[in-house]
């Protein structure tokens, strides 16, 4: 029978006080909140490691900063990632490596538009030829995301045979 999930609220989080002890509040499917002694409140996903077959945990943030709401869009996320045999800690290191690089265009693409207004027509076709690349290097990114994740399950599959094959050889 599979477990309840989304069993937190935001009242039961907010209600929730510290106590002698770190405790945990489950919200199911692995997303669960740590009340630490001080009254700091962190969210945890914990997890399968399907490479290791062992437990593992992570954390993603302090609460109220990061809402109930946001917390379970990362636990599916986080879910998904882990289904299909990523590890962990790879992945969230690619998702801020991903927004350090938005950022980046962004602050500079910002700059180009200050200084839009005294630029001359030809300059601004160079910067909407600028934010054409960035859009086709953003969709070519996409498309290597889901040849890398097409190539990762294929791998698996082939693992998974070689494996039962040296299971029956050596039986």
Known sequence: MNKPINKLSDTVIKK?????KDYV???????????????????????TNLQTKKRAKTSFGVYP????KEARIKRDEFT???????????YKKSIKTKKIFIDVFENE?????????AISQSQK????????????????QKELNR????KINELHNKYKLISEVLHEIWK
């Open 147 to 150: 040849e890398f994740e097409l």
């Open 65 to 68: 900063t990061i809402t109930l």
């Open 80 to 90: 998904n990632a882990v289904m299909q045999g990523y590890n962990l800690n790879d």
């Open 109 to 117: 693409f910002n700059q180009k538009i200050c200084e839009a207004e």
């Open 125 to 140: 076709k160079l910067l909407l030829d600028y934010i054409d690349l960035f859009n086709e290097v953003q969709n070519k």
């Open 25 to 47: 509040l489950s919200d199911g499917g692995g997303l669960q909140i740590l009340i630490k002694t001080n009254g700091s409140k962190y969210w945890e996903f914990r997890y």
């Open 16 to 20: 929730a006080k510290s106590k002698d």
